[in-house]
């Protein structure tokens, strides 16, 4: 099962009575972490932005963010409980830790490799980066670069990234619990996925991340929940609109690569997942579009016989021995094995197929592999 779990240090918070009208009115006294009375603090409350819900705490950390800080205060006088793993996932970041003096939370939050690495690249300055994060850049760079000579557009450019990285990693569910930053199981991280090829859904999506940043494009991480477990994609944003990219479910069989969550909108999400619209300030889009693997390549089809005929005229016309196709408005997984064997008869030859099948509660994807 694919888990995202952010290991997150909360330093005891202080419980105080009153409101925070009161508190902020108590400037001659304050408190230290424990509660207990210090005349010598002295808390300027107008030096500090006031956040007053979880929505407000969203922007704000986006906007520490794109001034690249990782370490703030604020006054919180929302009624929600600040839970340093959901501030985790609206910051993206891979550890959260968090204290606070009264009404007052201070945040120090650790990004992750992946972002480290971008950042150094761009910048020129990669002093700060540890020795494997400089090994993994030079691997990077070389995978994007190789990526953009054969590309002739972003889209397939993104795709050749998408493709490398899954013919590279394999799923590792490792034990993924730690107490301090620095003690982050390589497997979390682009890190285990570049140099051991090995990661879980954190390290796909730092993977990722790291490549498609390099290569240009606009990405973020999305933390989201399944019927099981948590779970991590990546966002990008492609001609002004966002959409979900999903590596490792796209790599979830290493015999071969799925697209359905590659570039996905909401109506190809469906309901493998979903996620609290506070920890996500992008709008995915609503409707998949020609960004998607299976509408740019004419790969989606209202009718299963002519799914069944288009995936027998690839294999036995074109050639094809590995076969992509998706069928709207259908979640059955028997339906293309019904009528399949009809179409490829009338083409006369003998053939053998597996066949693989997701859904995601509305449209079925199909992959059809030809001995």
Known sequence: MKKALFIVCLVLALLLSGCAAALRDALDTGYNVFGIPNPDLHID?????????????????????????????????GTEEIDPGVVAQMADVCYVKMTQE??????????????????AYFSGKTDSLTQD???????????????????????ELELLLHDTLAERISYSDADIYYEKPED?????????GLLDGQANCQGYTDAFYTLASLAGFEVGRLSVETDTDPHMVNTICLDGSWYVVDLTY??????????????????????????????????????????????RNALAFEDIEALAEFVAESWAEMGNTQIHAMLQ???????LNDVLPDALEKWGRSY??????????ADSFYTVVFE
């Not at 906007?63 to 919180?76: C, N, P, T, V, W």
């Not at 982050?184 to 285990?192: E, T, W």
């Not at 290493?254 to 619209?277: K, P, Q, V």
Request: aromatic share 10%; net charge negative; with cysteine.
């Open 102 to 119: 009264g009404n007052i939370c201070h945040l120090e939050m650790t990004a992750f490799p992946g972002e480290r690495i971008v950042d």
């Open 184 to 192: 982050q199981p390589r497997h979390l991280s682009v890190i285990g």
């Open 329 to 335: 408005n259908e979640a059955d997984s028997e339906k």
């Open 45 to 77: 409350y107008a030096s500090y932005p006031d956040i007053g819900d979880m929505v407000e705490l969203r922007d704000h950390i986006a906007a520490q963010r794109e001034q690249g800080k990782l370490e703030f205060s604020f006054i919180y006088s």
């Open 250 to 295: 796209d790599d979830s069989n290493d015999a071969l690569i799925s697209y359905r969550l590659f570039n996905a909108g909401m109506d190809m999400i469906g309901e493998e997942y979903w996620w609290d619209e506070a920890t996500e300030p992008n709008i995915i889009v609503a409707n998949s579009d020609e960004n998607s693997y299976y509408i």
């Open 133 to 155: 994060e400089r090994k993994v850049l030079e691997i990077a760079a070389e995978m994007v670069e190789d990526a953009q000579n054969q590309a002739e557009n972003d889209w």
């Open 352 to 361: 053998s197929y597996s066949l693989w099948h997701s859904s995601n509660g």
